[in-house]
């Protein structure tokens, strides 16, 4: 066999390490479901600990931790203990981004690489603006639905700044992957938070417009429904008294009579005390089958039993809904 | 033999006896797969004890070594005056990130961590130990000292994420206590509230995309500290402090074409939130809008013929899911599974 230069030489045998007398796990009494650890895991380990205890903090320890975390990225232990070390010796904080990236590979779903990744670029401040978003920017094209990223990328425009572009950004993912909920979010996130935009009101028109498109595009997706519903939260009146939002409804369903998020907005605005016109009434009665038995006595009972049938997983729910509407449905 | 073809084959029940070899198997040892999340071996610990408990399985258990063991975990401060320095004085949750205490038993390297305190006190319940010999007022004092001006819960005090997940464990350690002088629940509250997203979901901290897990901890919490009462969908459309409705019908759309429930619209189902989201459905008092049959049909295509659940359908098992799953079929009121206390993630009883 080979010698391959990725095969790791135990501590023991490793010359710069022999003044350091490890220090093995205690378990205590009985353990209970215990693991069976690898012998490099567990000698890895038993010089962490020794280092730790000692509180040495050097490059050699500093590497050590580098070894812990790629067989333990989940120990919170051992990246603090390096932060420590990195802090005593002033290091390079932009080598560090190197190595999270690094890590990053084959760790990315790991709450302690992503802190740590925060911990570095809060200390580099304004210079880790661009860097973090082309950093989350990377993962995000590898898993555009990453929560870490999206996360770590939202933190870091609060903090650090960069929303030049993060609307464009929003809008090129949306354009990639309509379904993407993560990127809906993020839009959301952007036209309710940016310093350079004018906040939900002065956004909403814009928004609506846009939103509107994308069901239209794919009337089942959910997320640019609730997107919609979501630009009037706090507005109630604004969202009964917009024509675009009964319109966009009216609209899908003519074409496809399925389509439960159109119906559920249609019943919420019943619910909520809209007056419906002539051409949405029509349009409901079309919906309701002829093998449905005695017409329902309102819209928003029509309403109900046409999601009964289309949204059948959710019957229960939808026959529910049917028996506890509130007042202002059940006077239309 | 083909394991990914094996475990395909259509299994049209649930393998009760199966999944306790499964979970009798993991209590005798886990695999070396399990180092990489040993630095939570409470957690998986707690999978173990509680799927066992689920299954009316711990007969056969040594509880008191089981006791002794979660409390050879604790943090203990050498004197009350130890309370006022910052620290957390709770559980660690492994032996990896525990260190002696120095000569005059001061305990220097205090890496306890608010999950694993939640899942150390959890066990100690499931095996019914007297909580009260724990010293609970070291760990409620020093927990506020994680509390964040913005009501949310940092897990350990040497620095890391805060997010929703630490403030349910804040909350369920403070009702396992019987003790709210840990929390600021107001605080804790306006919180979780800023958690709501505009579709009705809970993300993991403010902003976040509202998803399944971070739904649960927000609703278990909010229930735990008592701001969510019983029969809540006949209060809807009364004030509520957080978007019922909405939340409602976020959490319905969960449950997918195929049966199963996904964590986040547009993506796959996962059998763990089955648990997650159905948990919140049950807080609720909406379980039963779930299509409970498809639900079932989706977990048994996750059941594996090792026992255990996988995350995907035809897909390995492991622990984290397997315990959800698990967790799931005693909301769908499979035979012979004790009831669960949502919002504790124990069963009633131990709760």
Known sequence: ?332 | MDAGQSSLSPTTSFDRDRHVRFLKMMFHGLPSGYQEQEINHLTLAYFVISGLDIFGALDQVDKEEIANWVLSFQARPKSKADLENGQFYGFHGSRTSMFPPDSSNVLIHNNSHLASTYCALAILKIVGYNLSSIDPDSILISMKNLQQPDGSFMPIHTGAEADLRFVFCAAAICFVLNNWSGIDREKAKDYILNCQSYDGGFGLVPGSESHGGATYCAVAALRLMGFIEDDLLSKMTSSSIINVPLLLEWSLQRQTIGGGLQGRPNKASDSCYAFWVGGVLKILGAHKFLDKEALCEFLLTCQSQYGGFSKFPGQLPDLYHSFYAMSAFSLLEEPDLKSLCVELGVTDFAA
């Open chain 1, 1 to 332: 066999m080979d010698s391959d230069e990725d095969e790791r030489i135990p501590f023991s045998q490793r010359a710069e390490w022999s003044d350091v007398k490890p220090v093995s796990q205690d378990d205590g009494p009985n353990p209970v479901v215990p693991i069976a650890y690898t012998d490099d895991f567990r000698e890895t380990m038993d010089y962490f600990r020794a280092v730790y205890q000692s509180d040495e903090r050097t490059h050699r320890s500093l590497a050590l931790t580098e070894e812990a975390i790629d067989m333990n990225a989940g120990n919170y232990t051992v990246w603090h203990f390096r932060r420590l070390i990195l802090e005593t010796l002033n290091a390079d904080l932009h080598n560090e981004l190197d190595f999270i990236e690094r890590i990053a590979k084959s760790n990315s779903k790991n709450y302690q690489i992503w802190h740590h990744r925060r911990w570095v670029a809060e200390k580099l401040g304004t210079k880790a603006t661009e860097l973090e978003l082309d950093f989350t920017r990377k993962v995000l094209s590898l898993d555009a639905k990453h929560y870490h990223a999206w996360s770590h990328r939202q933190w870091s425009l609060q903090v650090l700044g960069g929303w030049e572009e993060e609307l464009d950004y929003c809008g090129k993912l949306i354009e990639e992957d309509i379904f993407n909920n993560s990127a809906w979010n993020q839009r959301y996130f952007v036209i309710t938070r940016s310093p350079l935009l004018g906040g939900l009101q002065a956004m909403r028109e814009s928004e609506v417009r846009y939103t509107v498109e994308a069901i239209l595009a794919n009337p089942d997706n959910e997320s640019p429904w609730r997107y919609l519903r979501g630009l009037y939260k706090g507005d109630t009146s604004l969202l009964l008294s917009d024509p675009q939002v009964v319109s966009v409804c009216l609209k899908v369903l003519s074409t496809s009579m399925n389509c439960v998020f159109a119906l559920s907005l249609l019943l919420d605005l019943l619910c909520l005390g809209f007056q419906p016109d002539q051409e949405f009434k029509s349009v409901v009665e079309s919906l309701r089958t002829s093998d449905s038995a005695t017409p329902d006595s309102n819209l928003a009972k029509t309403v109900c039993s046409v999601l009964e049938r289309v949204d059948s997983l959710r019957s229960n729910y939808w026959a529910w809904r049917k028996n506890n509407l509130p007042s202002p449905a059940v006077q239309s």
